[in-house]
């Protein structure tokens, strides 16, 4: 009962991560006193899934204002302008926030706490959630960097709201500063309209319309007012699904297994029931009906226990900064009614499967107690085409492209770890007969081997699951790892500068880049733009996906970074050219002539035609685009990093520190031995969701492993009492239950090991382009993984059989 309780958790605790990525709803109240509000949409449809979120915050032209200003001439226009900068306070670290005017102030709860408002260039308003303002006094100096030298500003009021924990912090500067009339090329964030009573709003939507914008709703404002909970509700979204389809799966076999391992331990007593004249059918009722109810109230109480346990884990990855502060769970039906569901169809599928043994083994064998010697033939050809199913999902990459050759590799470890569980009898006689020879050498190690032998069937029900949670575990971690170091290769190998200066937050001013060429070691710099865009291909049903993306200026990418391109000496564009991966490609069943659209980060669609592709994707990012497409549309308006090669006579570390020196006045602003272009806080997200609800899996699975092994090792009440008759001792008998738990861990980690690896291998060798075909191993994740199931499997089977041998059969 309680693996399906635990099953249900899973399952509705996913659900409730993934309703709350669909449904839930962060809003600051930045945007709330505006009657009537313009903003840019900031998400893009996606056919039978959530809608994807712009990479960054999509924005207005400038030119919106006077639209809206002559359409309801008698109405108050109020705009929003944001520009990127850190804030210094004292000796902190820089802080990262967002620069508005002080007129945004009207359109949302934003008024004075104290102080008054900025009316010269060098004053600020900080509000609450900037750290360490409350230790500041009124005219205390700050420093603000917006990717140059710092400049310093006098505080001359605060304001209450704190959208710490949700977005970064807000400062107030005057209408008239020159970063606020640059922010991204004087593009707006939003537009607050109070109209006149005569006004009818609805031409609004005209001009909306015709800005690529939309009217915001006042209950429905903060997917503008926090743009960061658009991707990160994504990332929550696709990675509970993902891992709700995978929980799903392994909840099905888990039931099937424990439930096989429940029925066989009560062969005798459904054997007698036989004799005595009851039909199979009778006994097929039987077993079914109290499958039956103890599904129906283990999944009740798993389901009601799965929402709260989701809404704990939102709360974990709101501490860890993964999502929004205020981003709270959303309850409904549809994930407790999704865990019951799941759990009692599983718990009616796993009897009925479990059963077809009771109707085919003769109640004369079932009453001694006999144990399947030999596996049937449907079974281990069952299991022997899953492995060979598997194999061929890892060789993917041989006779698919795109995300097919990167999908099914993957999910070749946990096909074949599934095929072991008709095979597991089979393979523990296989193992055990090699340990005959040494077995003979003591007493307890012959008694161990001798018992494997004859539970084959069960020992193997028991080895399945800590085989499926070693290969889920090893194949999850591994291939983040593998992803990683595959990306460092590439940068590696193809990067020509010797650093990076970076900036992602504000972008590297013009003052910065042309000093930091004009120093005496630095042979040259090359701006270039690191971020995110979307893309797809142009047929009529393809969707967005978002994609790392790189730009460098003119066609000087060659200077930057030897990217590899297919069938071309460089990569080149002509108008209106981008360069994609050859996976990106794959994926968009693109080629050379063929047009894409994109979705820059601002927001703006262009459309593209593919001028060139190359290998080193992983490395260098998907897309590669001009600079005079992709630098507008940052935020900043600037270059995210500027790639800084050393003269040949000058050390790089000597040049990279003196650097470094030179930007200790430009907060912000820091030197970096190299940068990849997928790096963004969408992935760094990625990883701490996958990290997180891997660990509930893998919990999740060592349940099911404790179930099991407590289930045949306490079924040994009569083995323990006939050892004890003839002769042995306690001693002995736990010394050869430790044989066999050592045995059946090591058997475990050794077969999840050979399920894992063929995936990994496949893997690899799509994402490197052929170049590579061994994994990225971490060698102490990997020591965790088996350190930790040989402890589980010893501690369990210790303490079960010390209960046995107390209990007189």
Known sequence: MSTMMFSAMLVGALGLMTETGVRGQV????????????????????????????????????????EVSEALPDAEVVADRIAPAVLVVGNEDPVPVDAHPWSATALGDRGLASGRAPEAEDEVVLSAGVDGSEQLDLGHVVDVGFGGEAESFTVVGTVAADDSGNDVADVYLSDGHERL????????????????????????????????????????????????????????????????????????????????LQIRERSRELAMLRVIGATPRQVKRLLCGEARRIAIAAATVGSLAGSFLGARLIGLLQSWGAIPQSLEPVYGPAPFMAAFAVVVVSAEVAARVSLRRVHRESPLAGLEGADERRARLPRMLAGLAGVVLGLAMACAPMYASGEAAVGLPGLAGLVIAISVG?????????????????????????????????????VGGALTPIVLGVSLSATQLFTAVTESAIATDQV?????????????????????????????????TEPIVTTSVLIRGTQHDASWQSSPALAVEGDRIGQYADLRPVGSDTVAFADGGVALSTQAAS???????????????????????????????????????????????????????????????????????????????????????????????EATADVAFSVLLLLILWGYIAITVVNSLVITTLARRAEFTCLRIVGATPAQQRRTVRWEAGFLAATACLVATAASIPGLCGLTFALSNGERMLPAIDITAYAVIVTTSFGLVMAVTELAARKAMRTQA
Do not use: C
């Open 422 to 458: 008709p095979l597991s009898p089979s393979i523990v006689r296989l193992l055990a007969r090699t340990q005959r020879r040494r077995g003979g050498r003591s007493a307890p190690r012959y008694i161990a081997v001798a018992g494997l032998t004859a539970r084959s069937a069960r």
């Open 587 to 681: 994926s968009l069943g693109a080629e050379e002539g063929d047009d894409i659209d994109l979705v820059l980060p601002d927001g703006r669609a262009i459309e593209r035609r593919v001028t060139g592709v190359y290998l080193r994707g992983l490395g260098f990012g998907d897309v590669v685009l001009p600079s005079d497409d992709l630098k507008p549309a940052m935020a900043s308006g600037q270059p995210t990093a500027l790639a800084v090669s050393a003269s040949d006579s000058a050390p790089v570390a000597g040049v990279e520190r003196q650097v470094g020196e030179h930007l200790a006045r430009h907060p912000g602003v820091a030197t970096s031995d190299s940068a990849t272009a997928g790096e963004t806080d």
């Open 27 to 66: 809003s600051t109240g930045e945007y709330a006193a505006a009657p009537v509000l313009v903003g840019a949409q900031q998400t893009r449809p996606v056919r039978d899934d959530v809608d994807i979120a712009v990479p960054d915050r999509a924005l207005m032209p400038a030119s919106i204002l006077d």
């Open 181 to 260: 009339q640059d922010a991204a090329g004087q593009r707006v964030v939003a537009v607050g309209v109070w109209p006149a009573e005569s006004d009818d709003t609805e031409v609004l939507d005209a001009v909306a319309a015709h800005n690529e914008a939309r009217l915001w709703p006042a209950d429905a404002r903060g997917d503008i007012e926090v743009v960061r909970q658009g991707p990160a509700k994504a990332t929550l979204v696709s990675a509970a699904a993902a891992f709700g389809a995978l929980g799903i799966i392994v909840s099905v076999f888990t039931l099937i297994v424990i439930t096989s």
């Open 492 to 524: 590696e190998a193809g990067q020509h500068a010797d650093f990076l200066v970076t900036a992602p937050l504000t972008g590297v001013d013009d003052d910065v880049a042309d000093a930091v060429t004009a120093m005496p070691d630095v042979a040259s």
